[in-house]
């Protein structure tokens, strides 16, 4: 499938996190678990859970420092 392969990275990133990405409508699309204190950088496969190709659009995501507490929100478009 087209969809195998393809990775958005998020960088930045503190030690221990969890990375949430949600739809415009609120739905949790995918839940990542941070946990590298050498890399700032965790690679999504673009896919969902279950297991789905998602949709071209608007998504919002937000990291959860877990040393802190501190949660920082943003957006990401998705272009197929």
């Known amino acids: ?3 195998l392969g393809r990775k958005l990275w998020f ?3 503190p ?3 969890v990375i949430k ?3 415009l409508g609120g739905d949790l699309v995918k839940t990542l678990h941070h946990d590298d204190p050498a890399s700032g950088l965790e690679p999504w496969d673009i896919l969902s859970e ?5 949709a071209s659009g ?3 995501f937000a990291v ?3 040393a802190t507490g501190r949660v ?3 957006k990401l478009v998705i272009i197929k």
Do not use: M, S
């Open 1 to 3: 499938e087209q969809e």
């Open 11 to 13: 960088t930045g990133l």
């Open 15 to 17: 030690a221990r996190c």
């Open 21 to 23: 990405v949600f739809n």
């Open 50 to 54: 279950p297991v789905r190709a998602i």
């Open 58 to 60: 608007l998504y919002i």
């Open 64 to 66: 959860e420092d877990l």
């Open 72 to 74: 920082e929100r943003g």
